[in-house]
């Protein structure tokens, strides 16, 4: 069974510029929620997406936002990058919100 | 608020050399807390779920624990392959608030052979 994919692997992005980063979840996986992890902050939890409804959101300005399709593909957009914006963006996929999360490898996303 | 407290911050072993992990927690309700791999450069790992006080799960070299207040990963016999970071995360009972994954900043393990 494939694994969560997301897409690009990597980026570099001005400040200023806006990016969206895509995540494929595990196949009959509804669940989908979005994690930023830095050195200093650790793992924080961005938001979580069940059969195209946000369920839960994190602590993240409104420049942080995201969507699910009903394929239960998920996308997140950070629009007006800052430097501080420079992570790794974790998505993470589960049958539903009961059960256990399964991570992809990651966007790293690098802000200049 | 949720919070998760990880210690040592690093651990540096002998291979063979047996140890523990731990993870103490504050959360509204528990509904689980979830133990996690991660080697550079990679997601997470999903290892255990653990759910109610007393529970305990192993997977090859590793145990997990679980009381009311903390939890325990065991290492036993580890091995060079076993060096990553261990992380550990609650969730909180849903209608609670707490209903997100809350992490600990994790443990760095270091084996040498």
């Known amino acids: 069974k494939a694994g969560v994919t997301q897409t690009p692997r990597y980026l570099i992005k001005t400040r200023g510029q806006q990016v969206t980063l895509s995540c494929s979840p595990i196949s009959g996986h509804r669940s989908v929620s979005w994690y930023q992890q830095t050195p200093g902050q650790g793992l924080q939890f961005l938001f979580e997406?069940?059969?195209?409804?946000?369920?839960n959101k994190g602590n993240f300005p409104g420049r942080f936002s995201g969507r699910q399709f009903s394929n239960s593909r998920s996308e997140m957009n950070v629009s007006t990058l800052e430097l501080g914006d420079s992570a790794l963006y974790l998505c993470?996929?589960?049958?539903?919100?009961?059960?256990?999360?399964?991570f992809g490898p990651g966007t790293r996303l690098t802000v200049t | 608020e949720d919070q998760v407290t990880q210690s040592p911050e690093a651990l540096r072993l002998q291979e063979g050399e047996s140890s523990s992990l731990n993870c103490s927690y504050t959360v509204s309700g528990l509904r689980g807390l979830f133990w996690y791999r991660q080697d550079p450069g990679k997601g997470p790992e999903f290892l255990f779920t653990?759910?109610?006080a007393g529970e305990e799960k192993e997977k090859e070299r590793l145990k997990a624990t679980l009381t009311k207040k903390e939890s325990f990963l065991h290492i036993t016999a580890p091995k060079p392959e076993d060096s990553a970071t261990y992380l550990c995360?609650?969730?909180?009972?849903f209608g609670s608030g707490s209903e997100k994954l809350v992490f600990g900043k994790g443990t760095k393990l270091t084996v040498n052979p």
């Open positions: 993470a996929s589960s049958k539903s919100p009961n059960y256990e999360q399964y």
């Open positions: 997406y069940f059969s195209e409804t946000q369920r």
């Open positions: 995360a609650v969730q909180g009972a």
């Open positions: 653990l759910y109610s």
